[in-house]
């Protein structure tokens, strides 16, 4: 919404106000202050009964973070017909709408809530035996159906542009798949096979080998080739065959007999064909679309950001996978263009992007989101892994030397936080917890990865030289 539209709601909001005299805005505030708990409780009881909400909410999340936020909003509402701050309480509405956007949850499920406070007022109203009451209720249902007009507004604009981004990162996405996967998928899915069989026929007794869902290929169709080509109807027939193989290596596993787990093997090199099959179809329709890449690094810019993590996010929430974030920053830069030039700060940021590729699998995603900053989100990944991706990258960047066209070298070193997904619907929280943790690593001294478990709690894995404590 622009300036002025936000103008313009102030004004209703005021008018609306100044139907009401001063005791009936107040006696309303009084009755949402004494209330306010009970009609909070209300809402998010039917949050939790509705079958559509079970992915956004629950209970743990709504008791630690989510109750004591819609709590302040009602007293917030609330307020401004007293202090008259309508434009900031328009603005306040504006946001709300932007963080269910941004989350995805359904405009008709939050005004289902409302409905529910309202219901509660009106209960609530009924057991009181004031006189003016029946004033203060309609003031209070007209704020609050303004209130969620107001959220509506801004949720439907930013969902619109939020689907915008989503198809033409499809688009981009598909791109890139056509250039640098296709012959790398390829191979990772003949090894995954090779590698079961040689193990089959090798005569050992007992062996373990990774879900083709867990292998490279099959992260990188899931988390990146199936979203690129959604609509295409080969996608689900290949999701289909990766968890049918699932199934046939887990029996080629637990198979006792020896020409039982050949016959197996037959029946997953059938479906796999059938893969690499629908793939090779999948490629023949992509179309080269570079815009979302930064033209130095070659990695993702930040335009396709907030969809990748939103997306993942969702992904993880469904599926019970963890998902984690690196927030990397190179240290002292404004330092290496000082003293030797941009074109070796360019230097350094590239083998930065070097650096972060050579180091994630396919279904990861790296980004460059501005200046000498990068992210890379790890898909199906835990604490561990990305702790020991993280000290790579510092150890690798540290140690490398970097030689300019005009004979002089230098020696660089980054800082990386680093956060697990901890449940919260809102993607940027998690970027926020990323963030956090990476100028916490700076601000204890540079050149270290921090790791931070979640909001309320940070713990820190040293790296160099000591061991830092949040």
Known sequence: ?????????????????????????????????DHSLVLVEEFYKKMLVEKESAEFFSDDLIQQRLLNTLNAWLLESFSVGINKRYSEAVQKQHKVG???????IPSWLIMRGICEIERKVFE????????????????????????????????????????????????FSAMQDVASQKDKQRSSLLNWENELMFKVF??????????????EFGLWFIHKAAYAFTGSEQVSVIIDRIYQIDLLSQQVLNAIEKD???QLIQDIRENNREIQHLVDQLFQVADYIDSGSDSLTQLL???????????????????????????????FFKRINDKFGHAAGDLALQF??????????????????G???????????????????AENIRRRIQETTIRTTMGSSFNFTVSIGCALYDGHPDYQKFLDTADTALYAAKNSGRNRVYLAQNELQVAVVANTPESVQL
């Open 301 to 331: 810019n930040r335009r396709y950001l907030n969809t990748i993590v939103s997306r993942e996010i969702n992904f993880s929430r469904k599926n019970n996978t963890p998902l984690s974030l690196l927030a990397i920053d190179a240290d």
């Open 371 to 389: 200046g000498e900053e990068f992210l890379l989100l790890l898909v199906d990944s835990d604490l561990g892994r990305a702790q020991e991706i």
């Open 352 to 369: 930065i992007g070097e650096v972060l590729l050579e180091s994630v699998q396919g279904s990861d995603y790296a980004f460059r989101v």
């Open 260 to 262: 039982k787990a050949i």
């Open 202 to 215: 090798s005569d050992e007794l007992k062996f373990t080998h990774p879900l083709l869902s867990k292998s």
């Open 124 to 171: 609530l109203v009924a057991q009181n035996q004031q006189q003016d009451m029946i004033t203060v209720c309609s003031y209070i249902v007209q704020i609050m159906g303004f209130a969620s007009e107001i959220m509506c507004r801004s949720y439907e604009f930013n969902l619109e542009k939020n689907n915008d981004i989503k198809h033409t990162y499809r688009l």
């Open 1 to 33: 919404m622009n300036n002025e539209c936000m103008a313009m709601l102030a004004e209703q909001w005021e008018h609306i106000c100044q139907n009401y005299s001063s005791d009936d805005l107040l006696h309303a505030f009084q009755f949402i202050q």
């Open 98 to 104: 932007h963080v269910h956007a941004r989350v995805g």
